[in-house]
């Protein structure tokens, strides 16, 4: 069982930056593919980025490239979500994700969510 909580939330001006955490409980961590997910009001669950592994190459929304990074520290048990240059349009709950072994865009584990608010 993993346990996944988001931090680091909050309204933050167009053009501006945010970094989000991801705590993870359990000695497995460096087991999961980590990714995270977005929701805006009456949209759906949108895939923004993921390691395709424990570590190493990545997978990004065309809509955040270039402005979002992944990381992650597995001493620490903990994801990160640098985001950069942030629109008006990345408005949403962001959501933290963990995948056994490797990345199919079907998480085993979800974290509550962190609402992210850019104002234009």
Do not use: H
């Not at 929304?61 to 402005?67: F, P």
């Not at 048990?77 to 959501?95: C, F, G, R, W």
């Amino acid at each position: 069982q993993v346990q996944l909580v988001e931090s680091g939330g909050g309204l933050v001006e167009a053009g501006g930056s945010l970094r989000l955490s991801c705590a993870a409980s359990g000695r497995t961590f460096s087991s999961y593919a980590m990714g995270w997910f977005r929701q805006a009001p009456g949209k759906e669950r949108e895939f923004v980025v993921a390691f395709r592994w424990s570590g190493g190459s990545t997978y990004y929304a065309d809509s955040v490239k270039g402005r979002f990074t992944i990381s992650r520290d597995n001493g620490k048990n903990t994801e990160y979500l640098q985001m950069n240059s942030l629109k008006p349009e990345d408005t949403a709950v962001y959501y933290c994700a963990a995948e056994r072994d490797y990345w199919t865009g079907t998480p085993d584990y979800w974290g509550q969510g962190t609402q992210v608010t850019v104002s234009s």
